[in-house]
T-cell receptor, first 112, second 112 residues
Framework: EAGVTQSPTHLIKTRGQQATLRCSPI?????VYWYQQALGLGLQFLLW???????NRGNFPPRFSGRQFPNYSSELNVNALELEDSALYLC???????????FGDGTRLSIL | KQEVTQIPAALSVPEGENLVLNCSFT??????LQWFRQDPGKGLTSLLL?????REQTSGRLNASLDKSSGRSTLYIAASQPGDSATYLC???????????FGKGTHLIIQP
């Protein structure tokens, strides 16, 4: 069974640009979560999508947004990039509420 | 805002020792708690998930316990091996469908 896959592995952008990160969940999983792991801040919950809808978001500004497609894959978009957006962005998927979340290897976003 | 704390932040022990990693949480309405390991530059690997109605879960050399009344969980690793070296993270889910709240992790080194 293929795990959660994320692309690209690395992404380098400059301040003010926009970034798009992609995630494919485990087959059969309908929920997708996005997390940010910035140096010194730990892992923080960003967004949760389920059945194509945004269900919840963490304490992040609106320039962090995304969507979930009919095949349950997901995109995370970050607009007006700032230096502090440099982080590892992790995607996780889950089948239903009482099941564990399974993570991908992440996208390393570097802002120059 | 819910908080998760992990102690110690770092731990170095000789191979073969049994060890305990600690996690405390403030959410009295915890839904479940999940333990992960993270290798450098990688995503998270799910180790164990304990539902709020459970007291412990076991997988191989790993045993995780949950005490809701005291807001604590422990991860016990038996007969540690150098391959166990990694950062171990605990995370709690408060509403069953919310994003996980993570601790900062325990960086574990097993000396050969």
């Amino acid at each position: 069974e293929a795990g959660v896959t994320q692309s690209p592995t690395h992404l380098i952008k400059t301040r003010g640009q926009q970034a798009t990160l992609r995630c494919s969940p485990i087959s059969g999983h309908t929920s997708v979560y996005w997390y940010q792991q910035a140096l010194g801040l730990g892992l923080q919950f960003l967004l949760w999508y389920d059945e194509g809808e945004e269900r919840n978001r963490g304490n992040f500004p609106p320039r962090f947004s995304g969507r979930q497609f009919p095949n349950y894959s997901s995109e995370l978009n970050v607009n007006a990039l700032e230096l502090e957006d440099s982080a590892l962005y992790l995607c996780a998927s889950r089948w239903e509420g009482n099941q564990p979340q399974h993570f991908g290897d992440g996208t390393r976003l570097s802002i120059l | 805002k819910q908080e998760v704390t992990q102690i110690p932040a770092a731990l170095s022990v000789p191979e073969g020792e049994n060890l305990v990693l600690n996690c405390s949480f403030t959410d009295s309405a915890i839904y479940n708690l999940q333990w992960f390991r993270q290798d450098p530059g990688k995503g998270l690997t799910s180790l164990l998930l304990i539902q709020s109605s459970q007291r412990e879960q076991t997988s191989g050399r790993l045993n995780a316990s949950l005490d809701k009344s005291s807001g604590r969980s422990t991860l016990y690793i038996a007969a540690s091996q150098p391959g166990d070296s990694a950062t171990y993270l605990c995370a709690e889910a408060g509403g069953g469908a919310d994003g996980l709240t993570f601790g900062k992790g325990t960086h574990l080194i097993i000396q050969p």
